[in-house]
């Protein structure tokens, strides 16, 4: 089965820092592009960061650059956002998403992981 | 960055009644655009890719035309389950953005 499953996520104060894991299974993740996506409590979809399958290529919004640092490790099948300096408008739902082929639309997601910060 | 407007922000239908939601992005994106589904604490569900193409497992009844600018995602007949929110998602340039979403709700 197609599998994306995030974990990480909880309540953090404001400047602090926070690991997102997204474990990945039922397809070959090691040549997918791999994003991260957020909605914040109420709102619409954000991305985030995207990552290619070799780690050659990596982008973020705006917002979060030079905050945020997405990461791989192929040989455990896992994505990874590292967020530091964290900002109360920061908090969301995180999702991971893979890319079809290609560099096409976010076909698979995960269920999502909640991250709240506040004081 | 492509700022995409979605209309209506909300649209009040029946099931059985045909749903026709709109996307308009700032600048041209030519084909580059995606349509999601999402319901209540659920992800995002890829319906329709590159304007046009059903993604895999999607029903017939969802069908998504343009290019350029304009965009529209057509449900023929509405289902129960249709009634959801409904983004576009425009990946031209970076970064990759996405409408404001169009909640369809039961009338």
């Known amino acids: 089965e197609v599998q994306l499953l995030e974990s990480g996520g909880g309540l953090v104060q404001p400047g602090g820092s926070l690991r997102l894991s997204c474990a990945a299974s039922g397809f070959t993740f090691g040549i997918s592009v791999m994003n991260w996506v957020r909605q914040a409590p109420g709102k619409g979809l954000e991305w985030v960061s995207v990552i290619d399958g070799g780690s050659n290529y990596v982008n973020y919004v705006d917002s979060v650059k030079g905050r945020f640092t997405v990461s791989r490790d192929n040989s455990q099948n896992t994505l990874f956002l590292q967020m530091s300096s964290l900002r109360v408008e920061d908090t969301a739902v995180y999702y991971c998403a893979s890319r079809g082929p290609n560099w096409g639309a976010f076909d698979i997601w995960g269920q999502g992981t909640a991250v709240t910060v506040s004081s | 960055e492509i700022v995409l407007t979605q209309s209506p922000a909300t649209l009040s239908l029946s099931p059985g009644e045909r749903g026709t939601l709109s996307c308009r992005a700032s600048q041209n994106i030519n084909t580059a655009l995606a349509w999601y589904q999402q319901k209540p604490g659920q992800a995002p569900r890829l319906l329709i890719d590159?304007?046009?193409n059903r993604a895999t497992g999607i029903p017939a009844r969802f069908s998504g035309s343009g290019s350029g600018t304009d965009f529209t995602l057509t449900i023929s007949s509405l289902e129960p389950e249709d009634f959801a929110v409904y983004y576009c998602q425009q990946r031209s340039d970076w970064p990759i953005t996405f409408g404001q979403g169009t909640r369809l709700e039961i009338k």
């Open positions: 590159v304007a046009s």
